[in-house]
């Protein structure tokens, strides 16, 4: 069976501890490539690592802040203004395609972008199968910010299954979620601190017997959990990370 190739562009949190890009991921399978979200440093991040934006296929958008989407405009606007002509699909909860074109009016006015673009907005529903030519997406609610529209996300391609939690507390949602996943993205912000709409360390770590998926992978981390990697029995991404599933 083929091997899925996902490189980390990005995994931090909002303030960018650490020096860490915001979350960004991309999906290489030889026949599609797509991002699973796109913060806001994404696009010079991408061409750092030498990542072509017209071979990327589609954005699968978790929830709406900024350092999950607020990438998106300038990935648009670096495809209108090189010409591209190639379908791209944006993936996301309910109103992306309104809340990204009210971000395009507000950080450059007067300019046509979507106009010049073949642009496909799709929407999830929560626990609804939604297949593109390439790979199925089912989205899971979870607890963060209710305006930003949370979400967990399962992708199913090639018969191979990435389970990414978005940013979320502790919910029973990560379990059906992450469910024999290959592998399981899991946002984990702090340590020891509780914060709704984040997870620490400790409340998953107790909760790791009842996973059925093969490998747990970290992400998003406060400077709290930057502080104190030599503790966790669980891997983590990196900036620029090379992962084949």
């Known amino acids: 069976m083929s091997l899925l190739q996902l490189k ?16 960004c991921f991309y999906v290489n399978t030889g026949g599609s490539r797509f991002l699973m979200d796109c913060g806001a440093t994404s696009l010079p991040a991408l061409k750092h690592h030498g990542i072509s934006i017209n071979d990327i296929d589609a954005i699968v958008i978790s929830h709406f802040h900024g350092d999950h989407y607020g990438g998106v405009p300038f990935l648009l606007l670096d495809a209108a203004i090189h010409g591209r002509t ?40 929560a626990d609804k199968m939604l297949n593109t030519e390439h790979f199925s997406v089912r989205a899971f ?3 963060h910010s209710e305006k930003a529209l949370p979400h967990g996300l399962r992708v199913e391609i090639l018969g191979k299954v990435i ?12 379990l059906p979620l992450s469910d024999e996943a290959d592998v399981f993205i899991c946002e984990c912000n702090f340590f020891s601190t509780q914060v709704k709409g984040h ?8 909760r790791l017997p009842e996973f059925s998926c093969k490998r747990i992978l970290l992400t998003h981390f406060d400077q709290e959990m ?15 990370m090379n992962l084949e599933i």
């Open 8 to 23: 980390v562009i990005g995994c931090g949190d909002a303030f960018g501890s650490g020096g860490r890009l915001n979350t």
């Open 86 to 125: 190639e379908k791209i699909q944006i993936i996301s909860p309910p109103g992306g395609k309104e809340r990204i074109a009210a971000l395009l009016d507000l950080l450059y006015p007067g300019t046509p972008i979507l106009e010049k673009l073949n642009v496909n907005f799709l929407e999830y529903t």
């Open 141 to 143: 609610p979870v607890i």
């Open 163 to 174: 389970a990414y939690s978005g940013d979320t507390s502790w919910t029973e949602a990560l």
């Open 199 to 206: 997870m620490n360390y400790l409340e998953l770590e107790k």
């Open 226 to 240: 930057l502080e104190r990697l030599g503790q966790l029995k669980l891997g983590y991404l990196t900036d620029g």
